[in-house]
């Protein structure tokens, strides 16, 4: 990894972890042999280190006061790599939103803004339910919420009978597909999708494909 990407994502990257907007960066380092980035953001004297994450990569710089005057990062390639893949979702957002559009059947009354605003809404929810099960340790229900927001915009632009065609696809072609491909349990996916109230949008057959004959049995368990 080059100096100059960890310098194009470095205010993101501190941002992140400070959870808040750094206006000023004084000085930064990379050692590109040893993954560490090294950046201070105030001229002052350090005199302690505090962990921002649970296993020691990130470390802010403190005073005497506890102002965080910089900030330490090991293994910086990889968080640098999340940022840059968390900055091109908006293209990949446009890209599939214009292949979706020309899926979608909608009725003639309906406005083409109506149309593009759906298509949006299915092509942000794909991408993000890859960063949900990717990035987010495979969380559920982040993905399921994201669910549940295409179908409250689906009601409003279709209504309610319309829209829930659109989720009963979208679950059983997209989602369940790409939960099933990401290593999660037929008990897992079941469990979330009970606690969300979106088991009328699963079909069976589509669990046993997936999941083998035994995707049945959980589901008449853990549904009724």
Not at 17 to 33: M, N
Not at 101 to 112: A, G, K, M, V, Y
Not at 161 to 189: T, W
């Amino acid at each position: 990894m080059s100096g100059n990407r960890a310098y194009r994502y470095l205010p993101s990257l501190v941002s992140k972890w400070l959870k808040k907007p750094v206006r000023r960066i004084v000085s930064f380092d990379y050692d590109e042999e040893a993954d560490v980035l090294a950046a201070r953001f105030k001229e002052d004297v350090v005199v302690d280190m505090e962990p921002l994450d649970e296993w020691g990569d990130v470390m802010a710089r403190l005073n005497e006061e506890g102002e965080v005057m910089g900030i330490t990062i090991m293994n910086v390639s990889k968080y640098l790599d999340e940022i840059e893949a968390e900055a091109k979702i908006p293209a990949r957002v446009l890209e599939l939103s214009r292949i979706r559009i020309t899926e979608l059947e909608l009725p003639r009354p309906l406005e083409d803004v109506a149309k593009l605003a759906l298509a949006i809404a299915i092509a942000s929810l794909e991408v993000h339910l890859e960063h949900a099960l990717i990035d987010h340790e495979r969380n559920l229900g982040y993905a399921l919420g994201l669910v549940g927001f295409l179908k409250n915009v689906a009601e409003r632009i279709l209504g309610k009978k319309r829209a829930r065609q659109l989720i009963d696809s979208f679950m059983n072609k997209r989602f369940i597909p790409a939960v099933y491909q990401h290593g999660i349990s037929c008990a897992e996916l079941i469990n979330a999708i009970v606690a969300f109230r979106l088991t009328e949008h699963v079909k069976l057959e589509t669990l046993r494909e997936y999941y083998g004959p035994d995707a049945e049995q959980i589901w008449r368990k853990l549904v009724s």
